[in-house]
């Protein structure tokens, strides 16, 4: 047998991930303490996903290694949610590990050799147990305990496959294992959102010694921080906060200009004590889009890129709002106003849609979330604020220069509400084009989105504006981006959204498209400057000629759009600061802050070990349960999907209901022609026991209400569809078939697991009942898009410090739980 054997996994790791595992190895065995890998042009998994695999494939020769990871919180656990390890393989690693030949056992057995021994028990049948399950890990939490052992809950993800007292078998094992101060093989995740005070009481108590510091300086592991000041405050704590500094330190990063930026910073720093200024570089190949699991394609030739700036007049007024801001001092209140406003308007001139458009259906709506989208599609909000600042005398003796530019801004903000530079781009792309192209936009909002799809739709159809012919268009995000190509190349791709994935797209994707178009800002068009002069290297040759086409089609940057700094304090894609919470009763998320409760509030829980999310009271919840809280990113998703038409014109919900209505009034006419009509609901319901006699009971006038709905048109679907159950049966007896089941998975993902401000969204859970067109293979809205839309909402969970019930009044906790903060 090989020593080892990373097929362990349920799903086998491609080269790169393979690679990322052996840079684990590489590390380990080093002379050489500090290390620094960039891995491009692709964003990679987070590093627990190849220590994992490592763990559970290595044999004899390589050692298990405890870790710390910086900046990965209990999200980073997405990577490895649904990955199983096979307890066949598991039973072959036990008795590899354990050295016995033939009959003869040539030491002791290790405890994780009889661990997978016991896994592997051929007698259990099980084919696998989930792997974030069986590998010991735990997140800090910022309580004051902060480090727990790999306990009981964590643990139920394979306990409930086997018998108690075959589990007994295997306890002292389990409890070496699970230690966090004895196990020769624990993963310590500490999130990126403790202070500094914090994290260093976390590092101090964290127990027993150190084998591997990795640091995770990815994106979206920084959240806008700054990568050279943090890594050294990252190498000065792991050498002087630790009981001993850690053998080895990894620092990741995905970007080329921020990696160079981190080995530089290791260079000149002197406070890194026993770990020293010394540093070994790695450059590894990220191919694909995904975890590591993906083969990678055949690359396409490569096509000159055309690169274009539009905004340029509000990317200079934001420029100088962001240099006032600098100039003041840092506890001013105007600073923050000026910052916020300059991101604001640069935002307003990077959407194709105008602001009105955007925010014409939050103009009746009052709640925290439309509030937070008010305030970053529009500026107007931001000009009050900083005029009232400008008022109170906190501008000192820029109070001149600073109303002149806010003035000029407004103005420019009035323009962009009813048509934007964007907007005009597009139109005249789609004019001057060949009518033959099919054309993909990808924009950076999925608002945004629809509602550009919308007028270009228009415009693309106004009688006697095509006569030659119309072009193709297909509006997207940067999200959905790769299922629009694999649905169907384009031959044109207009990418107007994030200028970072835009370029990861072109450079790295296997597909090539006859014509890319990236539009830009000034500010990012700088940026993207500085990453492609930093990415050439001998480790991405075969990227080269496009990251070549790509830089020498870059456009010159004005002096006006300031330096880096300037750059990166304006960048579209840095995450926005939380408003306050506002309210009485009340959680506290670690990493989140306050959220709206009461006894009575339902929230959705993840279960550690199979990663799927529950329904739980807040009454039940436990400190340390990690609580779902909906992202702004996924809201937008969800509005956009709810204002979204189809070929005909119809929204989804008219789209969802009239194929619902369609498929029980076959159901109804198969049934009564075998039946007849009279006591056809009784009937119905019997058939639906007598079909599934392990369904919950429900109620006759539950299924007359859903026999109703194909004939009124005020009657929506079941007022009894929160068990999947009976969905699932209800469709199958109406001739839905084969796609009962997937239709039923739509329920579980939108009922039971996206959550709006604490509660289901009722209208969403209609679109995706309804329609099995839409949800299985519609082109607009397809059930693999609402399972990536469920992926991206996973990752946002957050462990519970506090409860506070105490000023909350029983019959108002609906009320109190709908103002959820938004993130």
Not at 130 to 154: C, M, Q
Not at 524 to 542: C, P, Q
Request: with cysteine; net charge neutral; hydrophobic share 40%.
């Amino acid at each position: 047998m090989k020593d080892r054997d990373l097929t362990v996994a349920t799903v086998e790791p491609n080269e790169d991930l393979t690679r990322f595992v052996d840079l684990l190895d590489d590390v380990t065995t080093s002379e050489q303490r500090v290390h620094a890998a960039l891995l491009w042009p692709h964003i990679p998994p987070r590093a627990v996903l190849p220590w994992m695999l490592r763990e559970v494939g290595r044999g004899r020769s390589d050692k298990p290694i405890r870790t710390v990871f910086l900046n990965m919180g209990r999200p980073a656990l997405q990577a490895v949610a649904d990955i199983g390890a096979r307890t066949a393989k598991l039973r072959e690693r036990g008795l590899f590990r354990s050295g016995v030949v033939g009959e003869r056992v040539l030491g002791a057995i290790s405890p994780d050799a009889h661990f997978y021994m016991f896994l592997g028990d051929r007698q259990s049948k099980i084919e696998s147990v989930p792997l974030v399950s069986i590998v010991a890990h735990t997140v800090a939490l910022n309580d004051g305990t902060y480090w727990r052992d790999f306990d009981e809950k964590t643990l139920k993800g394979f306990k409930r496959l086997y018998p108690a007292g075959r589990l007994d078998s295997v306890r002292t094992h389990l409890s070496l294992l699970g230690s966090a101060v004895r196990s020769p093989a624990f993963a310590f995740l500490l999130p990126s959102h403790f202070p500094d005070v914090d994290r260093r009481r976390v590092l101090r108590a964290l127990p027993g010694s150190i084998d591997l510091a990795v640091i995770d300086m990815t994106k979206h592991a920084l959240r806008g921080r700054d990568a050279s000041a943090l890594i050294r405050l990252f190498v000065s704590e792991l050498s002087e906060t630790l009981r001993q500094p850690p053998r080895k330190m990894l620092i990741l990063a995905d970007c080329p200009l921020r990696y160079s930026f981190i080995r530089r910073s290791l260079r000149t720093y002197r406070g890194g004590g026993e770990l020293g200024p010394r540093s070994e570089g790695h450059r590894l190949i990220w191919a694909t889009r995904g975890r590591g699991f993906e083969a990678p394609g055949v690359r396409e030739r490569a096509t000159r890129p055309i690169v274009e700036t539009i905004g340029s007049s509000e990317c200079i007024i934001a420029t100088r709002l962001w240099h006032h801001a600098k100039q003041l001092d840092e506890g001013n209140p105007l600073a923050s106003m000026l910052e916020q406003g300059a991101i604001a308007l640069k935002g307003m001139a990077l959407t194709a849609s105008g602001a009105d458009a955007i925010l014409a259906p939050y103009t009746d709506v009052h709640d925290v979330y439309h509030r937070v989208k008010r305030e970053r599609h529009s500026f107007e909000p931001h000009f009050n604020k900083a005029m009232a600042g400008v008022a109170d005398g906190h501008a000192g003796p820029w109070r001149d220069a600073i109303q002149s530019d806010l003035a000029e801004g407004l103005g420019l903000a009035e323009a962009l509400r009813a048509e934007t530079p964007l907007m005009r781009y597009m139109k005249r792309i789609l004019t001057e084009i060949d009518p033959d192209n099919d054309v993909v936009a990808v924009l950076r909002h999925p608002e945004d989105a629809q509602q550009a799809n919308d007028q270009l739709l228009e415009f693309l159809t106004a009688p006697g504006s095509f006569i030659a012919g119309v072009p193709e268009l297909r509006v997207t995000t940067p999200n959905h981006y790769s299922a629009e190509v694999q649905r169907r190349k384009p031959t044109v791709v207009v990418w107007a959204a994030s200028t970072d994935i835009g370029a990861r797209s072109y450079i790295g994707d296997d597909f090539c498209p006859a014509q890319f178009r990236l539009v830009v800002a000034g500010h990012d068009a700088m940026t993207l400057s500085r990453v492609l002069d930093a990415a050439s290297a001998d480790e991405y040759e075969k990227y080269a000629e496009r990251a070549s086409l790509l830089r020498a089609a870059l456009p010159w940057v004005a002096k006006e759009y300031g330096g880096l700094s300037v750059a990166h304090g304006l960048d579209s894609d840095r995450p926005r600061i939380s408003l306050p919470f506002v309210g009485h009763g009340y959680l506290v998320l670690d990493g989140y802050g306050k959220i709206a409760a009461g006894p009575g509030s339902q929230f959705y829980v993840l279960d550690p070990a199979s990663h799927r999310l529950a329904p739980k009271e807040a009454r039940s919840l436990d400190i340390g349960d990690a609580v779902f809280v909906m992202p702004d990113l996924i809201r937008e998703e969800l509005e956009a999907a709810l204002r979204e038409k189809d070929d005909k014109g119809r929204t989804l919900e008219q789209a969802l209901v009239d194929q619902y209505k369609a498929t029980v009034k076959k159901g109804i006419e198969t049934l009564t022609a075998q039946f007849g009509a009279k006591g056809l609901t009784a009937r119905v319901r019997d058939m639906l026991f007598d079909q599934n006699p392990g369904l919950p009971p429900i109620s006759k006038p539950a299924v007359e209400y859903w026999l109703r709905a194909a004939e009124r048109s005020e009657v929506d679907t079941p007022h009894a569809a929160i068990n999947p159950l009976h969905i699932e049966a209800f469709l199958r007896l109406m001739g839905a078939g084969v796609l009962a089941r997937p239709l039923t998975d739509a329920v579980r993902i939108v009922r039971t697991d996206l959550r709006r401000d604490g509660h289901a969204s009722r209208s969403l859970f209609d679109r995706l009942l309804l329609d099995a067109d839409s949800v299985i293979q519609g082109p607009l809205s397809s059930f693999s898009k609402l399972q990536d839309v469920r992926r991206a909402a996973m990752g946002s969970v957050f462990p519970v410090l506090e409860k506070n019930f105490d000023k909350v009044d029983a019959a108002n906790t609906n009320e109190h739980s709908l103002q959820v903060t938004s993130q």
